[in-house]
T-cell receptor, first 109, second 115 residues
Framework: GQNIDQPTEMTATEGAIVQINCTYQTSGFNGLFWYQQHAGEAPTFLSYNVLDGLEEKGRFSSFLSRSKGYSYLLLKELQMKDSASYLCAVMDSNYQLIWGAGTKLIIKP | IAGITQAPTSQILAAGRRMTLRCTQDMRHNAMYWYRQDLGLGLRLIHYSNTAGTTGKGEVPDGYSVSRANTDDFPLTLASAVPSQTSVYFC??????????????FGPGTRLTVL
């Protein structure tokens, strides 16, 4: 079966750095997406990785290792507004997204 | 530019009733999707449409139907609602380009409670 694993919840301090991990087992791989979802709102697109390595976009970076079935989202200089759930999703061989359950990130002052 | 709109925002429905959730996008995207999101679970695909006039089944299609008469609209119908269909429903769209870089954009969601 297809499976996306990510931690259920993480806590970090304002101004610090946090890394959210995602491991996957899917039938085929056509890219990995990270989305942010604030409570009661829709998911919004953060990043896309299809090749191994690090993609940097401002305070957010995303890393992919296809051989290990592993990705992480790195958030730097954490702000209170970063409190949200972070969803990892993999596009499988049928170009459908398989979603993880999400990681709820709590930022403390 | 509205992006994707969904209606209603929330609804309480008696079991056995028929209900249509509406979704409209103004981005001229080819592909549209319906997901449900339940606590502790990832988004699960109900139905999708790669282009107007075509639809396909996702991971959890039972009890739901869709139609895609034009590019902009993609309604989701529950023919006879059951309590297990209590969930938050998200509509999404994407350009539908072949290949992996097909980012999906989401509507604000409909919170449905079936009693």
């Amino acid at each position: 079966g297809q499976n996306i694993d990510q931690p259920t919840e993480m806590t970090a301090t304002e101004g610090a750095i946090v890394q959210i991990n995602c491991t996957y087992q899917t039938s085929g791989f056509n890219g990995l997406f990270w989305y942010q979802q604030h409570a009661g709102e829709a998911p919004t697109f953060l990043s896309y990785n299809v090749l191994d390595g690090l993609e940097e976009k401002g305070r957010f970076s995303s890393f992919l290792s296809r051989s290990k079935g592993y990705s992480y989202l790195l958030l730097k200089e954490l702000q209170m507004k970063d409190s949200a759930s972070y969803l990892c999703a993999v596009m499988d061989s049928n170009y459908q997204l398989i979603w993880g359950a999400g990681t709820k990130l709590i930022i403390k002052p | 530019i509205a992006g994707i709109t969904q209606a209603p925002t929330s609804q309480i429905l008696a079991a056995g009733r028929r209900m249509t959730l509406r979704c409209t996008q103004d981005m001229r995207h080819n592909a549209m999707y319906w997901y449900r999101q339940d606590l502790g679970l990832g988004l699960r695909l109900i139905h999708y449409s790669n282009t107007a006039g075509t639809t396909g089944k996702g991971e959890v299609p039972d009890g739901y139907s869709v139609s895609r008469a034009n590019t902009d609209d993609f309604p989701l119908t529950l023919a006879s609602a059951v309590p297990s269909q209590t969930s938050v429903y998200f509509c999404a769209s994407s350009e539908g380009a072949d290949g992996g870089t097909d980012t999906q954009y989401f509507g604000p969601g409909t919170r449905l409670t079936v009693l």
